[in-house]
């Protein structure tokens, strides 16, 4: 379940609070003290056997004796009753409780289930949603219900507060009123038996009194359930995460340096990122993050100016600009030059711009003019301490006008302490960001630079899919099954490389030889110089056995290193089975980088990708960046960006520059190996070669899975469904109708181009003269796990496509209803292509179990109204005319054949 029901949890119009108590310091007495003296103006219902009034209110010895249906239902009663409260408030018809009680998921209720499990039993016949077990509660300040045992009421605001600690919770309430920091919903989830994370997101993602959702994270559950909801909140507002618990999980030992490298905490923060939302380290940091989001301006780049009138204080701003990954903007010399004509001979000249201390308010305001000026940059952090020859204030108001003339965000450091108020009211007051440190304010600034990173992967749009890249996943299947039916799982390196070749990634040759003898022959058939290597299921690393030889030019030199490999063996591994050597072409590339692709699977998040720096000493370098597929050019080349390596990657000196393009479609290919071969538990490259001519994959391991270990859902972001991709006869040819994809968007442009203005009209419901970035982003990178958009278009699903027509279904998170909309583009009306977009959305949704497919349609539009009665929509007239007609069809009329006629 997701938002089903949820109103009555964050909305309710009525409380009843069972095992309400007036025993002092009980939970049961502090829950119904705190609801009562709200400004709640809802019904109230005390619920216990024991008192015939509670704070005021008539009490009610059970539920069934309550004169109304609660909307809602607070228990914080022992362990042993809530299962049968739960069963007996759904009998009754209430539809969301909050379980405060503690211990649930440790006791059993003697048939085999925790009382956990039995509560959760109880309320689903009745659609009854549970927040909890072992929570605080919940707080909702717009409404004044505060059902909790917290020791303070939240003030109302327009802030959404989501923590899994209680302890936690009730000390982020206690700061932030100390701070007059307000809320719309003050939410802690507990055990998140039920309702959780993501349909918490999903529901304040579109709540219109919430500007900014604040969680508190220990653990995710259901990975995929929560990308969706997070990418779809982040979306419309700013996201802002704690995640506490930065250890790997587990304490198995990884196999494969991917394994081992891939930690849990990495994994979280690239599904923050991926989500589009940011993530911070402390919670002051989750409402110092809310301010600057509400407050700064847009960035467009990522570059800062530092004007300061003292040395020390930009040289410390500095400092936690470049340790937290910033970039200090390069003043080039017509800005120099401009400076020099308002600043003393004796300033700075560089960036930090130092003012010097004696600086007078014109100064300031002619400084910072010419910073928010310059082409090179795009922020501006502004720091002032304390001087007696200009006053704070003075120099705030002439700054405020100025910085509101600026063309970019202005960030400011009011160093000190009482003097320095009234300079910070004025800019608090004016909306205008301001910090009491120059580190204070440098984080401020990354945290913009960090959340504008993540929203664009959210909009960017990748480039076109390579035309040559068609796997062969048949072949990469039956290598997989081979090893798996001989139940092993590990794959020989000859055959990991296969698999990679499989999916277009350039392997070396390679060759198995069972002894010495069979060595070199087959040296002699690849042509020296070659490398042999040790063949065996029981070593996971070759080189640390001395299982590797490399340069070996004669015949001579192969035979010595297959003795050599199996003296060192028996020696340093005496148990390890022996298959015999792997002999493979010596690859010369002396300007290559040598580096590390994997692949891992994460108990939260499933399989995991990882890029960095390869080699031998892989981990004790860690560099490395972690990404959940799938990948598009994008996201490949973020990941690329996000290690140390890339900047090598970029040449130096003699050094020429990598063909990045070559990592970028290996990173690719790896994703999409991924999303099609179940049976890959772990994956290794390492090293890979790349340099200026490309890349070459030197050495694989691969372990695998049975299938039947392998979930079909185990992707957190569900990839593109290529098995939706159909071609189909028209108009006296083929077309193919697939799933949309990011790398769409300039077709979409050009169609929505081509549609002439009473089919944008029928479309939009009214005129629309183009579609920005955003807006084309937001139709074609969906997300394929709540929303289809199908395509016709004419190619073969690969390449340069143009698109003829587009239909499209958007589901609630219950996939109860799904709302669509068609259209085609406006010469190619009447031919049947409506009809064929129609017919495969309704197989989808029918496929998919969603219940309903709903439309509005405006009412002059007779040939949208004709296909959808030909395909049995239900069309409703709504009274007053019928300007715009909705149409509806159920699920147990879909995947019909249409009646006869035009689209």
Same mark, same amino acid.
């Given at each position: 379940m997701s938002l089903r029901n949820l109103d009555y949890l964050l909305r309710p119009t009525s409380v009843a609070v069972i095992g309400a108590s007036t025993r002092p310091q009980s939970v049961g007495a502090t829950v119904i003290d705190n609801v009562v003296s709200g400004?709640?103006?809802?019904?109230?219902? +005390?619920?216990?056997?024991?008192?015939?009034?509670?704070?005021?209110?008539?009490?009610?010895?059970?539920?069934?004796?309550?004169?109304?249906?609660?909307?809602?239902?607070?228990?914080?009663?022992?362990?042993?009753?809530?299962?049968?409260?739960?069963?007996?408030?759904?009998?009754?018809?209430t539809k969301a409780a909050?379980? #405060?009680?503690?211990?649930?998921?440790?006791?059993s209720d003697g048939q085999g289930r925790t009382l956990q499990q039995a509560m959760l039993d109880a309320a689903h016949p009745y659609l009854l949603r549970v927040l909890g077990p072992n929570c605080v509660g919940l707080m909702l300040p717009n409404i004044g219900l505060n059902a909790s045992f917290a020791h303070t009421h939240p003030l109302p605001g327009n802030l959404a507060f989501v923590s899994q600690s209680g302890a936690l919770a009730t000390a982020v309430l206690d700061w932030a009123k100390s701070r007059n920091i307000g809320f719309s919903s003050f939410i802690s989830v507990g055990d998140s038996a039920d309702v959780d994370f993501g349909d918490l997101l999903d529901y304040l993602g579109s709540d219109t009194k919430t500007s900014a959702i604040l969680l508190y994270v220990e653990s995710?559950?259901?990975?995929?359930?929560?990308?969706?909801?997070?990418?779809?909140?982040?979306? &419309?507002?700013?996201?802002?995460?704690?995640?506490?618990?930065?250890?790997?999980?587990?304490?198995?030992?990884?196999?494969?340096?991917?394994?081992?490298?891939a930690g849990s905490d990495s994994v979280y923060d690239a599904a923050i990122r991926r989500a589009g939302m940011l993530r911070v380290d402390t919670t002051e940091d989750l409402f110092d993050a809310v301010e600057t989001l509400a407050r700064a301006r847009r960035c467009t780049g990522e570059s800062l100016a530092i004007l300061t009138n003292g040395g020390g204080p930009g040289v410390m701003a500095t400092d936690a600009l470049i340790e937290a990954g910033g970039t200090l903007a390069k003043l080039n010399d017509a800005t120099l030059a401009k400076l020099d004509a308002v600043l003393p001979d004796n300033w700075s000249r560089s960036n930090p711009v130092d003012i010097i201390g004696d600086a007078p308010t014109q100064r300031y305001v002619d400084a910072l003019q010419i910073l928010a000026q310059a082409s090179e940059v795009d922020a501006i952090l502004f720091i002032h301490a304390p001087s007696a020859i200009v006053g704070?204030?003075?120099?705030?108001?002439?700054?405020?006008?100025?910085?509101?003339?600026?063309?970019?965000?202005?960030?400011?450091?009011?160093?000190?302490?009482?003097?320095?108020?009234?300079?910070?009211?004025? $800019?608090?007051?004016?909306?205008? +960001?301001?910090?009491?440190?120059p580190e204070d304010a440098a984080k401020a600034f990354m945290q913009l630079v960090n959340y504008q990173r993540n929203q664009r992967m959210l909009m960017e749009t990748p480039s076109s899919i390579p035309t040559t890249f068609k796997p062969d996943s048949h072949r990469a299947s039956a290598l997989i099954q081979t090893a798996v039916d001989e139940q092993r799982d590990l794959l020989s390196e000859a055959e990991a490389k296969q698999l990679l070749a499989a999916y277009g990634i350039p392997i070396v040759e390679t060759r198995v030889a069972e002894n010495a003898d069979r060595a070199v022959s087959c040296a002699r058939e690849i042509g020296f110089p070659v490398a042999v290597k040790v063949l065996s299921q029981d070593i996971s690393h070759k080189s640390d056995v001395g299982g590797v030889v490399l340069h070996l030019d004669n015949t001579g030199q192969v035979r010595a290193a297959c003795e050599g490999i199996i003296e060192r063996v028996a020696s340093l591994q005496p148990g390890a089975r022996l298959q015999g050597f792997t002999v493979q072409s010596m690859v010369s590339k002396p300007a290559a980088h040598e580096l590390i692709l994997g692949v891992a699977n994460d108990a939260i998040f499933g399989p995991v990708l990882l $890029?960095?720096?390869? =080699?031998?000493?892989?981990?004790?370098?860690? @560099?490395?960046?972690?990404?959940? +597929?799938?990948?598009?050019?994008?996201?490949?080349?973020?990941? %690329?960006?996000?290690?140390?390596?890339?900047?090598?990657?970029?040449?130096?000196?003699?050094?020429?520059?990598?063909?990045?393009?070559?990592?970028?479609?290996?990173?690719?290919?790896?994703?999409?190996?991924?999303?099609? #071969?179940?049976?890959?538990?772990?994956?290794?490259? &390492?090293?890979?070669?790349?340099?200026? @001519?490309?890349?070459?994959?030197? @050495?694989?391991?691969?372990?695998?899975?049975?299938?039947?270990?392998?979930?079909?859902s185990r992707l957190a972001i569900r990839p593109y469904p290529q098995e939706l991709e159909e071609s189909v006869a $028209?108009?006296?040819?083929?077309?193919?109708?697939?799933?949309?994809?990011?790398?769409?968007?300039?077709?979409?442009?050009?169609?929505?181009?081509?549609?002439?203005?009473?089919?944008?009209?029928?479309?939009? $419901?009214?005129?629309?003269?183009?579609?920005?970035?955003?807006?084309?982003?937001?139709?074609?990178?969906? @997300?394929?796990?709540?929303e289809m958009a199908l395509v016709a278009v004419e190619s073969d699903g690969y390449g340069a496509?143009?698109?003829?027509?587009?239909?499209?279904?958007?589901?609630?998170?219950?996939?109860?209803?799904?709302?669509?909309?068609?259209?085609?583009?406006?010469?190619?009306?009447?031919?049947?292509?409506?009809?064929?977009?129609?017919?495969?959305?309704?197989?989808?949704?029918?496929?998919?179990?969603?219940?309903?497919?709903?439309?509005?349609?405006?009412? =002059?539009?007779?040939?949208?109204?004709? #296909?959808?009665?030909?395909?049995?929509?239900?069309?409703?007239? +709504?009274?007053?005319?019928?300007?715009? %007609?909705?149409?509806?069809?159920?699920?147990?009329?879909?995947?019909?054949?249409?009646?006869?006629?035009?689209?």
């Amino acid at each position: 379940m997701s938002l089903r029901n949820l109103d009555y949890l964050l909305r309710p119009t009525s409380v009843a609070v069972i095992g309400a108590s007036t025993r002092p310091q009980s939970v049961g007495a502090t829950v119904i003290d705190n609801v009562v003296s709200g400004t709640f103006n809802g019904a109230i219902y +005390p619920v216990n056997p024991k008192y015939k009034t509670v704070a005021g209110k008539s009490a009610y010895r059970r539920i069934a004796h309550l004169p109304e249906v609660p909307d809602l239902a607070v228990i914080c009663t022992p362990p042993r009753t809530v299962p049968d409260l739960i069963a007996e408030l759904g009998e009754h018809g209430t539809k969301a409780a909050v379980v #405060l009680t503690a211990g649930l998921s440790r006791e059993s209720d003697g048939q085999g289930r925790t009382l956990q499990q039995a509560m959760l039993d109880a309320a689903h016949p009745y659609l009854l949603r549970v927040l909890g077990p072992n929570c605080v509660g919940l707080m909702l300040p717009n409404i004044g219900l505060n059902a909790s045992f917290a020791h303070t009421h939240p003030l109302p605001g327009n802030l959404a507060f989501v923590s899994q600690s209680g302890a936690l919770a009730t000390a982020v309430l206690d700061w932030a009123k100390s701070r007059n920091i307000g809320f719309s919903s003050f939410i802690s989830v507990g055990d998140s038996a039920d309702v959780d994370f993501g349909d918490l997101l999903d529901y304040l993602g579109s709540d219109t009194k919430t500007s900014a959702i604040l969680l508190y994270v220990e653990s995710i559950d259901e990975a995929r359930k929560f990308m969706s909801a997070a990418r779809a909140a982040a979306r &419309n507002k700013p996201v802002i995460v704690v995640k506490s618990g930065r250890v790997a999980e587990g304490a198995r030992a990884a196999a494969s340096h991917t394994g081992a490298m891939a930690g849990s905490d990495s994994v979280y923060d690239a599904a923050i990122r991926r989500a589009g939302m940011l993530r911070v380290d402390t919670t002051e940091d989750l409402f110092d993050a809310v301010e600057t989001l509400a407050r700064a301006r847009r960035c467009t780049g990522e570059s800062l100016a530092i004007l300061t009138n003292g040395g020390g204080p930009g040289v410390m701003a500095t400092d936690a600009l470049i340790e937290a990954g910033g970039t200090l903007a390069k003043l080039n010399d017509a800005t120099l030059a401009k400076l020099d004509a308002v600043l003393p001979d004796n300033w700075s000249r560089s960036n930090p711009v130092d003012i010097i201390g004696d600086a007078p308010t014109q100064r300031y305001v002619d400084a910072l003019q010419i910073l928010a000026q310059a082409s090179e940059v795009d922020a501006i952090l502004f720091i002032h301490a304390p001087s007696a020859i200009v006053g704070s204030e003075a120099i705030a108001n002439a700054l405020v006008p100025a910085i509101e003339a600026a063309g970019c965000s202005v960030f400011s450091c009011w160093l000190g302490g009482d003097s320095l108020q009234n300079a910070r009211r004025l $800019f608090a007051d004016e909306g205008l +960001p301001a910090y009491s440190s120059p580190e204070d304010a440098a984080k401020a600034f990354m945290q913009l630079v960090n959340y504008q990173r993540n929203q664009r992967m959210l909009m960017e749009t990748p480039s076109s899919i390579p035309t040559t890249f068609k796997p062969d996943s048949h072949r990469a299947s039956a290598l997989i099954q081979t090893a798996v039916d001989e139940q092993r799982d590990l794959l020989s390196e000859a055959e990991a490389k296969q698999l990679l070749a499989a999916y277009g990634i350039p392997i070396v040759e390679t060759r198995v030889a069972e002894n010495a003898d069979r060595a070199v022959s087959c040296a002699r058939e690849i042509g020296f110089p070659v490398a042999v290597k040790v063949l065996s299921q029981d070593i996971s690393h070759k080189s640390d056995v001395g299982g590797v030889v490399l340069h070996l030019d004669n015949t001579g030199q192969v035979r010595a290193a297959c003795e050599g490999i199996i003296e060192r063996v028996a020696s340093l591994q005496p148990g390890a089975r022996l298959q015999g050597f792997t002999v493979q072409s010596m690859v010369s590339k002396p300007a290559a980088h040598e580096l590390i692709l994997g692949v891992a699977n994460d108990a939260i998040f499933g399989p995991v990708l990882l $890029f960095g720096q390869g =080699g031998t000493a892989v981990e004790v370098i860690g @560099d490395r960046a972690v990404a959940l +597929p799938p990948l598009n050019q994008v996201l490949a080349r973020e990941m %690329v960006l996000r290690t140390r390596v890339a900047r090598l990657l970029a040449g130096y000196r003699d050094r020429p520059a990598v063909d990045l393009d070559a990592i970028h479609a290996t990173l690719i290919k790896l994703s999409q190996l991924v999303a099609d #071969l179940p049976q890959v538990a772990e994956l290794d490259i &390492n090293p890979l070669l790349a340099d200026a @001519d490309g890349v070459i994959a030197l @050495d694989a391991r691969v372990r695998v899975m049975p299938v039947a270990d392998a979930s079909a859902s185990r992707l957190a972001i569900r990839p593109y469904p290529q098995e939706l991709e159909e071609s189909v006869a $028209f108009n006296n040819g083929q077309i193919m109708v697939r799933p949309i994809r990011p790398e769409d968007e300039p077709a979409h442009r050009a169609f929505f181009d081509h549609l002439s203005s009473g089919d944008v009209r029928f479309r939009f $419901f009214g005129q629309v003269k183009e579609l920005s970035h955003s807006q084309l982003a937001r139709y074609t990178q969906i @997300d394929y796990d709540r929303e289809m958009a199908l395509v016709a278009v004419e190619s073969d699903g690969y390449g340069a496509q143009e698109t003829l027509g587009v239909t499209r279904a958007v589901g609630d998170p219950d996939n109860e209803t799904a709302e669509f909309a068609i259209i085609v583009r406006s010469d190619l009306k009447g031919k049947g292509l409506g009809a064929i977009l129609m017919n495969k959305l309704i197989r989808y949704c029918a496929d998919r179990g969603t219940q309903t497919l709903v439309g509005e349609v405006l009412g =002059g539009n007779e040939r949208m109204l004709a #296909l959808a009665r030909r395909f049995g929509f239900e069309v409703s007239v +709504p009274r007053g005319g019928a300007h715009q %007609v909705r149409l509806e069809l159920a699920a147990y009329r879909t995947g019909s054949e249409p009646a006869p006629g035009d689209d």
